[in-house]
């Protein structure tokens, strides 16, 4: 095992909130029940909205296309189960709008078998028949952005891609799915690496693990198919080294530049869970019908990482769990850059990699927000040495465009670092994440 500078090789920053995982890491996953009713939105990525092939009364087959990407910056959607479209109409979603989607009544006698579409061989397959059964497979990021796989694996004819680093670290406090992901599925982790080195360009592979999933990176050194470039890295513990940026400057020792990507030094990074579906999917020409998720947290009473099918309700799912009477809220994703909800009648998406439960025991009363005191807890914090307080400060007069010219506003990915250390709790990262919506509705204007 190459530790690679252990104590060295990490990102300048960061901080330790505690893990919480030992509750779920050591828990297999397991098929979760089916539910009588599921929730599809069209928009479960970055992008545009999937466009509907179905109308209401259709019967569907588990895995059949219901819709289908509505141009390059989309992906389809598959059925999750085999039932009925009962509706089509706008229903609910974790961002609190009401979108374009279906609600697809199970079959409760069903199989639920998933039929074989045309497989894909890797060694034959050109990068572009990849790329498009990439898409087709309705694969986006399986960490949380949600972003779609095939637009993030293209490269630029400019660019040219010498790494491919897979993301196992899972730095989210309570989150075990990656974790489990590599541990049980390794097989099709490879597989999706053989894709992914294909598509990409890139001559060798490196996973990069955090040291406290140590038994995940010894499992995948073992395993390592003989002639397939791949190097497992085990870095320290430390958030947020999950993003990508981070998790370059700690493996590779490179940085990538204000306001670029990973391509701009030759990486391309992609998650070890939408590896695994790669590798699961496309052999058997398939599209994604679930994904595994932790459930978790002190108001959750059967913890564990499950299999859900995609647009199973948030409120079915936790009363299969259980949950505590006095459950307080309830967070998708984790707690630093997760989303708490309001709506219990949301749906598991795509990129729902998390569920999390407090209760009132956990969850302060709200906390009285004191002025900044110019203590410099945020700054140590930020992983990319930003100034948190001095765009906190100018963020309380809506001066959100200085906030971008000279702050770098724009290359905060809202780990929320800053308000986790900030002793007069001022809502840091949620105010930037304001300025940055507006900053952006701002440039599409002007160039409308």
Known sequence: MKL????????????HPPEHKDD?????????????????????????????????????????????????????????????IRKITKVPTVSGKMVTGVYLEAFPYSGQEVREGIPLDPEDASKEQILNAIQQAGIV???????????????????????????????EPYLTTDHRVMLEQSDDVFMGIRYL????????????????????????????????????RVVP?????????????????????????????????????????IGRLLPHGQGIQERVVTITGPG????????????????????????????????????????????????????????????KDEVPDVQREFPCIKCGSCVDACPISLNPSKMGLLSRVKAYDEMAETCNLMDCFECGSCSYVCPSNIPLVQRFRIAKSIVRKRKAKAHA
């Open 4 to 15: 690679f500078n252990f104590y060295k090789n990490t990102f300048k920053h960061g901080i």
């Open 24 to 84: 779920t890491k050591d828990l297999p996953i397991k098929q979760f029940s089916f539910a009588p009713v599921f929730i599809l939105p069209m928009e479960q990525h970055i992008g545009g909205p999937s466009e509907l092939l179905v109308n209401e009364g259709q019967e569907v087959d588990r895995g059949q296309l219901i819709a289908k990407a509505n141009g390059y910056m989309s992906v389809p959607v598959h059925a999750p189960v085999s039932g009925v």
């Open 141 to 171: 990021g399986l960490g949380g952005a949600a972003f779609p796989t095939h637009v993030k694996l293209k490269v630029p004819e400019d660019k040219q891609c010498d790494v491919l680093l897979l993301n196992g670290v899972e730095c």
């Open 197 to 232: 080195l294909k598509a990409t360009g890139a001559k060798k592979c490196i996973i990069g693990i955090e040291a406290n999933k140590q038994n995940a990176a010894d499992h995948l050194e073992k395993n390592i198919p003989e002639g397939l470039p791949v190097e497992v």
């Open 237 to 277: 513990v430390k958030y947020p080294q999950g993003a990508e940026k981070m998790l370059i400057t700690s493996v590779l020792d490179i940085e990538v530049p204000s306001g670029g990507l990973p391509i701009d030094v030759g990486v391309v990074v992609v998650n070890v869970a939408t590896s695994a579906e």
């Open 300 to 359: 959750v009473k059967k913890k564990g990482n499950y299999l859900i099918p995609i647009g199973t309700p948030i409120r079915y799912v936790l009363e299969e769990v259980g949950i505590s009477d006095q459950i307080s809220e309830v967070y998708l994703g984790g707690p630093m850059m997760g989303v708490a909800i309001s709506n219990l009648d949301i749906p598991v998406v795509k990129g729902t990699s998390g569920i999390v439960v407090y209760t």
